[in-house]
């Protein structure tokens, strides 16, 4: 059982259950097509895509069925705290894609010049597996009217766009990691 897994209402659990293996695909998918292929750990990826939104559990999104206090985007380090506290030699590499997956990564300026309710530092995508995870996760809403519609490569500009420059050269980047030329 998850931490708190008791606490969660069923819907929420459905909807993060499937957004993670939308995700899952997603990521496996562009790692066995990419020029990495044969240096992913699948196992590793597959186990963090379905744990990289755990900590929405704790957030205030009524939309999503999650009915905890803290601020949506806030989802991230909660679920690697609550990870780490369960087994954190176990599930240290997980803690950490479920703290650098927000949108592409944020700066320690991100933070500071959003204003954002998390600690000033780094949260970027290193590994292989994160950066596979975090640009997957883009592609995919949690809304329960349209769990696992790919969005476009359009859209997905545009959501991340709204977070300036750096986010989406970020975006770019892990485009022509795993997709080729942009």
Excluded at 1 to 25: A, G, K, N, Y
Excluded at 35 to 49: I, K, M, N, P, Q
Excluded at 82 to 89: A, F, I
Aim: net charge negative.
């Amino acid at each position: 059982m998850l931490p708190f897994q008791r606490d969660i209402h069923p819907r929420c659990l459905e909807i993060l259950t499937e957004h993670s293996r939308c995700v899952w695909r997603k990521a496996e998918a562009l790692a066995r097509a990419s020029r990495y292929a044969d240096a992913v750990d699948y196992e590793f990826l597959r186990e963090a895509s379905m744990l990289h939104d755990y900590g929405i559990v704790g957030v205030d999104a009524p939309g999503i069925y999650c009915f905890g206090t803290a601020p949506y985007l806030c989802h991230g380090v909660l679920g690697a705290r609550h990870l780490r506290e369960v087994d954190g030699v176990r599930y240290a590499r997980h803690a950490r894609v479920c703290e650098v997956h927000i949108g592409t990564g944020l700066t320690s300026e991100d933070v500071v010049r959003g204003g954002l309710p998390l600690e000033v530092r780094d949260y970027l995508p290193e590994t292989l597996e994160e950066k596979l995870i975090t640009y997957a996760d883009n592609f995919f809403s949690k809304n329960p009217a349209s769990l696992c519609e790919e969005k476009p490569w359009a859209r997905v500009c545009e959501s991340i766009g709204r977070h300036g420059e750096g986010a989406l050269e970020r975006l770019r980047v892990l485009r022509g990691l795993f997709e080729g030329t942009c």
